[in-house]
């Protein structure tokens, strides 16, 4: 890479290269990724060593030469990504070994999560861990025989680099194909049996599942600082959503105080909003610095419910902060979101959020003594003798604490933050990955949809209904078949389960926030697709990848919840609330077969699939269904739909009846029906009980 330029500006010229001269192998300056539309694979297109994409080209040069593959997978804003490709892959000793013993492939994980989820499950067969930089050596035939993750280009402290590696694995190809073939046929066996799953008669009893998933949730939680497990602390929102849900001390109380604990933290932006990907300690203090558009929309989804759940506008407040963020800074020309910010600029992790002390008192003169109080900066710094950002303490407490009055010091601070954001606006800025990825954009319009009509917040519908308009328009074939992203034009990889899944929720929210029926009958094109494209006929099961797709050579994953919730149990959910919708029973059936594959790994570990838990407890129940009929375009609507969505109530679905005349709303719960209101305050009254 171009070291005088930062790396956006780095990428954007490599985006605007007239790319219609240039050899297919991408001539004297560049490897093929030149052509590739992914920032990740853009970011390697200058390295010497002869990088392919993934697809039949390189298999073929790879079997016809008789090669093994190096397929190396990452993303744009992966730090560790980095390191090892300015310490190996731009570097000419290693390139030579590569280009002359094997064939290499660059995979950026975000476009094609089926290569990722398959090699990732060899890497946890093989090491018992995974990672990026992922690292696969395999065979022509797409067959793996050895993961890695980072490594250094030489040995170090007794454990081999990337040079001695290399070296003998290109001998061991020559020398011994006997032991390559049978590295390749155990790594294929263990993942086949890994799949297979016994019988199980008896159901489910979901009650005790989660009994269970609490009870371990309550193990690992930490009643100091938050969080589950210690270091290094995820944010970990599908806990989070669930233990709202439940509701009770116990579960309500670890997630607020976790929420909390993570908005005080170095891992939230103190200035400009928003999460960063995870705290590489136990306290939230020091953050991985790179920002996923997922963790904002999970994240802003939880902060509403929490405020639905508890009326306190603490969490109100961090969901707007997190929109704000999302819709300053990851927001595309096109009215979508964008993937992520880099953890680094300037080539080193973190710079473009750290400050000193020094730097703070130039910019806010005399209350930068307050400002620094209240966001425990020193001279010593917290974090690599600069400081990472903190609220300790809530404001409130304080200025209780040193006799302050509230509303003129919430003023300083904030007029504080504003001019140190304007400051940092002027810094060199990490890359933002421009990819448009489509179950992430689900993921945030649902957020945007129901804050926008929990908070009578029309910017936030705009939001999702530019964000959702967008992808139906951009991202479909033709034929209507959905694909996975979007950058200077929709990619042709065909969208995967999630995709699906993802953006059919996130159009129902949009349908409920604005009773619109256009989403609703796009949610239902989606879920007809959804089925014809990835249930087994046979099994009624969901397969992660599309049957018109590409296939890994093993199916390896039951599809449990990740960094992003299960596919599986929102294809479930979005499956559940259509029956609910349209009274179509037989989508009950397919939601309960859509989890059928995943019931013995869930019986062993509940924790990994409260997703499956959330739909699996309410499928044999009926839901709260709220009807609407009359205009519901106007403002006497939406000023009901808004008092309906003010109340937590957690296993409704919504039905529109349009018709002329005042909007009135009929509510039924299992076992009665209510008489029909017109009013907010009529609403109140019914829901007060």
């Keep these: 890479m171009t070291s005088s330029l930062d790396t956006a500006a780095y990428v954007a010229s490599l985006m605007a290269i007239d790319k219609s001269t240039l050899p297919a192998d991408g001539g004297e300056r560049f490897n093929r990724l030149i052509f590739a539309r992914s920032p990740y694979l853009l970011q390697h297109a200058e390295n010497p060593v002869a990088w392919y994409e993934w697809g039949p080209a390189a298999f073929d040069r790879a079997r016809i030469e008789s090669l093994p593959i190096l397929l190396s997978i990452g993303y744009a804003t992966c730090h560790w990504c980095h390191v090892m490709a300015h310490e190996s892959f731009e570097d000419a000793e290693v390139a030579a070994l590569l280009n002359r013993h094997f064939v290499c492939i660059k995979v950026d994980r975000e476009e094609r999560p089926d290569i990722d989820d398959f090699y990732m499950a060899v890497s946890q067969a093989l090491t018992g861990s995974g990672g990026w930089p992922l690292n696969i050596f395999m065979t022509p035939d797409k067959r793996p025989f050895m993961a890695i993750t980072y490594l250094p280009k030489r040995g170090r402290s007794g454990m081999s680099g990337l040079i001695e590696l290399l070296a003998n694995i290109a001998t061991l190809w020559r020398q011994r194909p006997d032991m390559i073939e049978k590295n390749c046929q155990g790594i294929m066996e263990a993942l086949e049996g890994s799949r297979k799953q016994p019988d199980r008669q008896e159901s489910l009893d979901i009650a005790a599942l989660t009994d269970t998933a609490l009870t371990q949730l309550q193990k690992i939680y930490d009643p100091k600082y938050g969080g589950f497990g210690g270091a290094p602390q995820f944010p970990m929102p599908i806990y989070l959503s669930w233990l709202i849900e439940q509701g009770g001390e116990a579960a309500l109380g670890m997630a607020l105080h976790t929420l909390r604990r993570m908005r005080s933290g170095g891992i939230w932006d103190q200035l400009g909003g928003g999460l960063h990907r995870y705290s590489v300690d136990q306290y939230w203090l020091a953050p991985h610095f790179e920002k996923m558009l997922y963790d904002q929309a999970m994240l802003a989804r939880v902060a509403v419910d929490a405020w639905l759940a508890t009326g306190d506008n603490f969490f ?250 299960s596919a599986l149990s929102r294809a479930a959910h979005a499956l559940y609330r259509l029956a609910w919708i349209d009274d179509t029973p037989e989508l009950l059936d397919a939601a309960r077969a859509a989890l059928g594959g995943i019931s013995d790994d869930l019986q062993r570990n509940p924790l990994g699939h409260l997703g499956a838990l959330q739909v699996l407890a309410r499928i044999d129940s009926e839901p709260a269904i709220a009807t609407f009929s009359g205009a519901t375009g106007t403002p006497a609507a939406c000023a009901l739909n808004t008092a309906l969505h003010r109340h937590s109530i957690n296993n409704m679905v919504i039905r529109c009846e349009e018709s002329s005349g005042l909007p009135v709303l009929s509510l039924c719960v299992p076992g009665t029906c209510y008489p029909a209101i017109s009013t907010p305050d009529e609403l109140e009254r019914l829901l007060k009980p």
């Design 316 to 565: 109100r407040a961090m969901s707007e902060d997190i929109f704000a963020f999302a819709l300053r800074e990851l927001i595309s020309p096109q009215g979508a979101f964008c993937a992520a910010l880099d953890a680094d600029s300037e080539g080193v992790e973190g710079t473009f959020y750290l400050w000193t002390k020094k730097e703070i008192n130039a910019c806010l003169g005399r209350d930068a003594g307050l400002f620094c109080r209240f966001h425990a900066v020193t001279e010593e710094g917290n974090f690599e003798e600069r400081a990472i950002l903190t609220a300790p303490v809530v404001l409130e407490e304080f200025c209780r604490l040193n006799g302050l009055n509230f509303e003129e010091t919430a003023e300083i601070l904030s007029r504080c933050r504003s001019l140190l954001l304007e400051r940092r606006e002027r810094r060199i800025r990490p890359l933002r990955d421009d990819k448009i990825i489509t179950s992430w954009n689900g993921l945030m319009l649902s957020a945007l949809a129901t804050a926008g009509i929990a908070f009578n917040n029309p910017e936030y519908i705009s939001a999702a209904d530019r964000a959702a308009s967008f992808i139906l328009a951009n991202l479909r074939r033709p034929d209507g078949r959905l694909l996975r992203s979007y950058l200077n034009g929709a990619s042709e990889i065909p969208a995967f389960l999630e995709d699906y899944a993802f953006l059919t929720g996130g159009l129902l929210d949009l349908y409920e926030a604005t009773l619109d029926a256009q989403w609703l009958n796009e949610a239902r094109i989606l879920a007809n697709d959804m089925q014809r494209l990835f249930r087994d006929s046979a099994s009624g099961e969901f397969t992660l990848t599309g049957h018109d797709a590409e296939q890994m050579p093993a199916r390896v994953s039951s599809d449990h919840d990740g960094v992003t919730p």
